[in-house]
């Protein structure tokens, strides 16, 4: 009930008092509860117009003669702990989630601090009750959020995400994963070459087969050649170098999805260019590889990679030769052939966290996290690109002809 306001140092004052005042109850032996005096009690409100609102209320006391303790009348509404009302506090923390804990303070009236312990509240008791089992196909990715990499598992099969761990750091997934049960589900994990879930994976999931995922493998043929690019180029005068930073685009792209016009423009630098012209070729042999029915073809192939790769070629597809070098890589690598799954569902995140990283450095990650997660659950990822069911379904095609890239290596081109 309103009893009228006053203005003090610029906040308007509400006095308020409960219409039908409960007489608490005790739990001790003997409860015999009496009143026992008044006092009065000011909770922060929603601001009105920038101006501060408090309500003051005159909070009756009560004492119980049986135990002889203090009681407090109840109040509806009211965050008794933070002295505000429920409905400030709640607006608080929504205002926080599409805001830095900052800006929400501010529209608020409230320090940064306190916007951020509500959040962390409001978020943990969301999160509370948020479980997920573990799926047959696990991804196991990272993504940068706030200039550290995060930990991202997903259901490969449905495509969404679980969790999101704040660290990909060794002794962080150790802890975690110790706390999830159903391990001995999962039949298969994708990953990228990261050391620490290789470690992990051995230890957690023995039942699993691990297979790293193809887009990170082929990744470094891209890589390779943007390596022999840059040499080219670094030998130009000026104007060379300067037409040629303009093809990266060019060169990134698989040759068999460019426009006639594309092609025409690929064709004709390649031709300009012979070493460049050999880096692409190289990659899309390796490319190829995946194109493979199983993993004895798979091996076949690459070994036939291998031994027909120039040897100016070697230092630029070094990461490539070393990778399959190490036995334990290289079998991970091949298991894609016997279960070809990939992480390529995590792109669908990169939209959200995008949005994460704009909203800048006051959103907390330790809980920051659990947002993105509740609403990710919420709407079940899904790769809109049309590509999708390339990416989804790389099975098909044939084996790699070796007399047929042996011939386009000596002819430089891979036409
Ligand atoms: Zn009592």
Known sequence: MNLGYEERDGALVVH???RDPQTPTC?????????HGKRAVEFKDHPIQRQPVFLRINRQRYRCEGCKMTLMEDLPGI???????????NQLAIDAIPRTFRDAGLLNGVEESLA???FHSYAAKRLENYTFELPRVLGMDEKVIQGSPRFVMGDVETRKMLDLQPSRRLLDLEAYLHTLDGREKVEVITQDMYWA??????????????????FHVVRYANLAVESVRKSVQAKLANEGRVSLKRKIRLL??????????????LKSLLSDYPAIGTAVTCKEWFYDIYQCQNRAEAERAY???????????????????????????????????EHPYT??????LNGLIDQINRAGRGYDLRYGNVKPLTELYAFALRLDDPETDVILSTMVGHGVDVSTFERDLVAGSFW
């Open 252 to 265: 990134a792209a698989r040759p068999e999805n460019l426009s006639e016009q594309g092609k025409y423009a």
């Open 303 to 337: 070994q036939a990679w291998l031994d027909l790769l120039p040897p100016e070629m070697e230092k630029h597809f070094k990461p490539i030769l070393s990778f399959m070098k190490n036995r334990r890589w290289r079998q991970l690598i091949f298991n894609y052939f």
């Open 27 to 35: 739990t001790c032996p003997n409860p015999k509860v009496r009143k």
């Open 116 to 118: 951020r312990r509500i």
């Open 79 to 89: 965050d008794t702990n933070r002295l505000m009302t429920v409905r400030f506090r």
């Open 16 to 18: 308020a008092e409960l």
């Open 343 to 348: 992480n390529a569902y995590i792109e669908s």
């Open 197 to 214: 879930y290789k470690t992990i994976n051995e230890r957690f999931f023995r039942r699993a087969m691990v297979v790293i995922d193809k």
